[in-house]
């Protein structure tokens, strides 16, 4: 009930390329979805966040889909850099309660 | 403004040792969480306090780990007697009411 399940747990693409980090949750009180990029050696960096009255959010390159009935939810970036390279957690919670994350996906952005 | 700050950032400790760690929020967040993560893992979550009061500590071991927010000062997590398995990066985040979580550097425990 609590967990976040999150996919694929390493990808690598091309610079430009669009990667998609997908996760899926079970429990419905969830109302907040949040996504954090981590690089090496630094703290979880609040990306962009998502609640689910909207199916999309978009933030400069970064794009939050968001499927309610599916109980899923995507992160998408745009014309991908090597600076992307990093770790990216999706997470998901309600009111104060904490966060429930992911266990991340290792992305690759290669020239 | 300044972030959330953590400190030690690293943290070498003997089997057997105390382990205290420091959490600053954010200015004017009074809500502050610890997450502990594995090497290759995600984040989970061991305690959730406001000031001077826990509310939430279900993720915590109930032996040997502690964690106050007291009036004044930074938020601390202490960690009694530290094992081999204690061994991992500890991040503290703070919030202003709800929802959006700030995360801190870190300070990554080493039990030697």
């Known amino acids: 009930q609590q967990q976040v399940k999150q996919s694929p747990q390493s990808l690598i693409v091309q610079k430009g390329g669009i990667p998609i980090i997908n996760c899926a949750y079970e429990?419905?009180?969830?109302?907040?979805f949040p996504w954090y990029q981590q690089f090496p050696g630094k703290g979880p960096a609040l990306l962009i966040a998502?609640?689910?009255?909207?199916s999309e959010k978009k933030e400069g390159r970064f794009t939050i889909s968001f499927n309610k009935s599916a109980k899923q939810f995507s992160l998408h970036i745009m014309d991908s850099q090597p600076g992307d390279s990093a770790t990216y957690f999706c997470?998901?919670?309600?009111?104060?309660?904490?966060?429930?994350f992911g266990k991340g996906t290792r992305l690759s952005v290669i020239a | 403004n300044a972030g959330v700050m953590q400190n030690p950032r690293h943290l070498v400790r003997r089997r057997g040792q105390e382990a205290r760690l420091r959490c600053s929020p954010m200015?004017?967040?009074?809500?502050v969480y610890w997450y502990r993560q594995l090497p290759e893992e995600g984040l989970k979550f061991m305690v959730y306090l406001q000031k001077e009061n826990i509310i939430d500590e279900s993720g915590m071991p109930k032996e040997r780990f502690s964690a106050e927010f007291p009036k004044e000062g930074p938020s601390i997590l202490r960690i009694q007697q530290v094992v081999r398995g204690d061994s991992a990066a500890y991040f503290c985040a703070s919030s202003l009411q709800s929802y959006e979580q700030y995360f801190g550097p870190g300070t990554r425990l080493t039990v030697t």
């Open positions: 997470a998901a919670s309600w009111g104060n309660t904490p966060l429930v």
């Open positions: 200015k004017g967040h009074s809500h």
């Open positions: 998502i609640r689910p009255d909207v």
């Open positions: 429990n419905t009180a969830f109302d907040y």
